[in-house]
C-alpha cells in the first residue's frame, strides 16, 4: 500500500489538481528541496501527494543504501502509487518529480493508455543526461510521452543547462521554463538576484498555471 505524505491548499478552495510527486535518485520524499517545493505548490493551488519508491523506503527503515535501480524498473511503482492516489482524489491529476522522479513520470505515460484525469507530466529538474557526459542525451522519455510535459530546469544545470539545450529540438508536447541561475536543485548562487525558495515558487506557479491550462482545453 503505498503512503502518501499530503500537502494541499489551506483553506476550503478547492485544489485546481493533484500532483503525485515523486523523489529524486538521492533524496527522500521529505527532503529540503520536496518539502519546500510542496509548500509552495499547496500555495499556489495544488494538492501535492509524495510517495517514495521501495528502495528509499528501505534506507529509511535501515536497510543499506544501495543505488536506485534503473529509472524503467520503478515505473510499476510509480503506477501503483498513481493508482492509489486516483482512488483517493477527484480531478485532474498531474505526475512528476524531482530528476529522475520525473524521467520515471515521463516513461510511464509512453507506456499503455492512462485515464483521462491524468493530465500531464511535471519535470522539476530533468536529467537530460548523467552529470559530465554531456553526449549520453536522455530524450526517449520525452519524445515518447502521450501527455504534455513542463520541465521547470535551472539554467545551469549540471544535468541540462541553457547552453547545452540551446541547439536541440524538443517535441512540440514538451516546454521548458528556465530558473534564473538554478542548478539541480533549482538554486541560484549566493551572488545572483535569484533566490531558492523564488525559483521554487516560480515553479511551483508554473505547475498550477499548467494544470489550469490543460484542464481548460
Request: glycine share 12%; aromatic share 6%.
Amino acid at each position: 500500500m503505498t503512503e502518501f505524505l499530503w500537502t494541499r491548499p489551506e483553506g476550503d478552495t478547492p485544489a485546481v489538481a493533484t500532483l503525485l510527486l515523486a523523489h529524486g535518485a538521492g533524496g527522500t520524499m521529505d527532503s529540503g528541496f520536496m518539502n519546500r517545493f510542496a509548500g509552495h505548490a499547496a500555495a499556489a493551488g495544488l494538492a501535492v501527494a509524495r510517495f517514495e519508491f521501495a528502495y528509499m523506503a528501505a534506507r529509511r527503515n535501515g536497510g543499506p543504501k544501495k543505488p536506485p535501480p534503473k529509472a524503467e524498473l520503478l515505473v510499476s511503482e510509480y503506477q501503483a502509487a498513481l493508482q492509489a492516489v486516483l482512488a483517493q482524489t477527484d480531478g485532474p491529476v498531474l505526475i512528476g518529480g524531482k530528476s529522475m522522479g520525473g524521467r520515471v513520470a515521463a516513461i510511464l505515460t509512453a507506456g499503455g493508455s492512462l485515464p483521462k484525469r491524468v493530465a500531464g507530466v511535471v519535470c522539476l529538474g530533468y536529467p537530460f543526461h548523467p552529470q559530465g557526459k554531456p553526449d549520453d542525451w536522455r530524450m526517449a522519455p520525452l519524445e515518447g510521452a502521450r501527455r504534455p510535459v513542463l520541465i521547470a530546469q535551472g539554467d545551469r544545470d549540471g544535468f541540462g543547462s541553457a547552453a547545452e539545450l540551446a541547439d536541440k529540438a524538443l517535441p512540440e508536447h514538451v516546454r521548458i521554463d528556465w530558473l534564473e541561475d538554478g542548478n539541480h536543485d533549482l538554486a541560484p548562487r549566493g551572488a545572483s538576484p535569484a533566490t531558492w525558495d523564488g525559483n521554487l515558487a516560480r515553479a511551483a506557479s508554473m505547475a498550477a498555471e499548467f494544470a489550469r491550462q490543460l484542464s481548460a482545453a
